[in-house]
């Protein structure tokens, strides 16, 4: 069993700030990459930032400069720090864990988050 818990959600104006957590645990072998995605009302679920086992990062452009992205491994907790929030951030922020277990150590898999809502709004 493999679980994400999310926090750090809630309503914020425009150019404010957030940080949203993601704490994985259970029969984890090995963690290969760690990720947000969002996903607004009427659109799809899109990548946000993602973060490699060797510190490689990704970002989506309509977040780059403002979102940081990072890992503390010793506690599987992976961070998404949020700056000069828009309207158009608003969504529900998903925690993804490519993983292998214990017991399919040579298997990776995708978890996911249950998702935590973001909503810039003045």
């Known amino acids: 069993q493999v679980q994400l818990v999310e926090s750090g959600g809630g309503l914020v104006q425009p150019g404010g700030s957030l940080r949203l957590s993601c704490a994985a645990s259970g029969s984890i072998f090995a963690i290969y990459a760690m990720g947000w995605y969002r996903q607004a009302p009427g659109k799809q679920r899109e990548l946000v930032a993602t973060?490699?086992?060797?510190?490689?990062?990704n970002y989506a452009d309509s977040v780059k400069g403002r979102f940081t992205i990072s890992r503390d491994n010793a506690k599987n907790t992976v961070y998404l720090q949020m700056n000069s929030l828009k309207p158009e951030d608003t969504a529900v922020y998903y925690c993804?864990?490519?993983?292998?277990?214990?017991?399919?150590?040579?298997?990776?898999?995708?978890?996911w988050g249950q998702g935590t809502q973001v909503t810039v709004s003045s």
């Open positions: 973060i490699t086992r060797g510190g490689a990062t």
């Open positions: 993804n864990l490519e993983a292998s277990s214990y017991l399919y150590t040579d298997i990776r898999m995708d978890y």
